[in-house]
């Protein structure tokens, strides 16, 4: 079982960065695929990215390819998501996950999550 943190959301102008991490508690990070998803207001929960167990894969949505980059720390137990050049449209709550599967993008094969950090980038 893997319990996980997100934090660093926040507002940011549009054309600005901000660097999310998760935090997975339990010596068994390295079993599991990771990944970030994100959720605005009214809207289903939408795959953004997700990163293989030993971080040598990764596969982006269309819509943030080239301005995220998701990393991990096995280490650290710790995944990142390096967000640049935000638009509004990258509003929501961003949530990462686990996975026993290597990667994923359906929320329904991630059974960990966390409770969400918002992020808020304005015109």
């Known amino acids: 079982q893997v319990q996980l943190v997100e934090s660093g959301g926040g507002l940011v102008q549009a054309g600005g960065s901000l660097r999310l991490s998760c935090a997975a508690s339990?010596?068994?990070?390295?079993?599991?695929?990771m990944g970030w998803f994100r959720q605005a207001p009214g809207k289903e929960r939408e795959f953004v990215v997700a990163?293989?167990?030993?971080?040598?894969?990764?596969y982006y949505a269309d819509s943030v390819k080239g301005r995220f980059t998701i990393s991990r720390d096995n280490a650290n137990n710790t995944v990142y998501l390096q967000m640049n050049s935000l638009k509004p449209e990258d509003t929501a709550a961003y949530y990462c996950?686990?996975?026993?599967?290597?990667?994923?993008?359906?929320?329904?094969?991630?059974?960990?999550w966390g409770q969400g950090t918002q992020v808020t980038v304005s015109s």
């Open positions: 990163i293989s167990r030993s971080g040598g894969s990764t």
């Open positions: 996950a686990a996975t026993t599967l290597g990667i994923a993008t359906l929320p329904i094969s991630y059974g960990y």
């Open positions: 339990g010596r068994t990070f390295s079993s599991y695929g």
